[in-house]
């Protein structure tokens, strides 16, 4: 059964730095790219970073981009957010997801995890 | 860069047909993807590559895609399908995932 676990969420200040990590288990992690995205309170899903296989590539959206770090340890079968420079409005539940498929591009989510809450405080 | 455009809300009884729409230009030459999200739960992929269902995904769910119009239609609605519909593609010119806004789908 695929699973995928996220953890690290927590309550930070403006301007703090936060790793959120999630871990799969049940597939050949190696095998697959994985994302984060994020959902702010009431609002609705909006892309945070993708990280593909074979060193194919690392994409953020341009509202992350210089300041949150994704990497991936397939010895681990853990992904990881690095957050710098936390904004009021990076509050949100981030969630993982596995690709579901094996290309080198593009993306859909076959797998999600339940998310981890992160809270930005001005 | 692209913008995909969601109905926020669409309504009907149960036994109706419904249909949510994914706005974008020339949509047709992508893939969509798409995914329900009960309240408080982690999304769920219902269609994948325009008209794909993952297994244990009803088949009273379809989906289509053609000119700037992507749909995700849901026949037979039940109280069980209430839920926010997400659209999804990949913008190959900017290396983006992109998401609708959402439509929140209510049984009366």
């Known amino acids: 059964e695929v699973q995928l676990l996220e953890s690290g969420g927590k309550l930070v200040q403006s301007g703090g730095s936060l790793r959120l990590s999630c871990e799969a288990s049940?597939?050949?992690?190696?095998?697959?790219?994985m994302s984060w995205v994020r959902q702010a309170p009431g609002k609705g899903l909006e892309w945070v970073a993708v990280?593909?296989?074979?060193?194919?590539?690392?994409y953020y959206a341009d509202s992350v981009r210089g300041r949150f770090t994704m990497s991936r340890d397939d010895s681990k079968n853990t992904v990881h957010l690095q957050m710098n420079s936390l904004r009021a409005e990076d509050t949100a539940v981030y969630f993982c997801?596995?690709?579901?498929?094996?290309?080198?591009?593009?993306?859909?989510?076959?797998?999600w995890g339940q998310g981890t809450r992160v809270t930005v405080s001005s | 860069s692209y913008v995909l455009t969601q109905p926020p809300s669409v309504s009907l009884a149960p036994g109706e047909t419904a249909t949510i729409t994914c706005g974008g230009d020339?949509?047709?030459?992508?893939?969509v993807h798409w995914y329900q999200q009960r309240p408080g739960q982690a999304p769920v992929l219902v269609m994948y590559?325009?008209?794909d269902r993952p297994s244990g995904i009803p088949e009273r769910f379809s989906g289509f895609n053609s000119g700037n119009t992507a749909t995700l239609t849901i026949s037979r609605v039940e109280a069980g399908d209430e839920a926010d519909y997400y659209c999804?593609?990949?913008?190959?010119?900017?290396?983006?995932?992109?998401f609708g806004g959402g439509t929140t789908l209510t049984v009366l």
């Open positions: 997801a596995r690709k579901g498929d094996f290309d080198t591009s593009g993306f859909f989510g076959d797998y």
């Open positions: 020339n949509i047709r030459t992508k893939s």
């Open positions: 590559y325009d008209s």
């Open positions: 990280f593909y296989t074979g060193g194919s590539g690392i």
């Open positions: 049940g597939f050949v992690f190696r095998n697959f790219g």
């Open positions: 999804q593609v990949w913008d190959g010119k900017s290396d983006h995932v992109v």
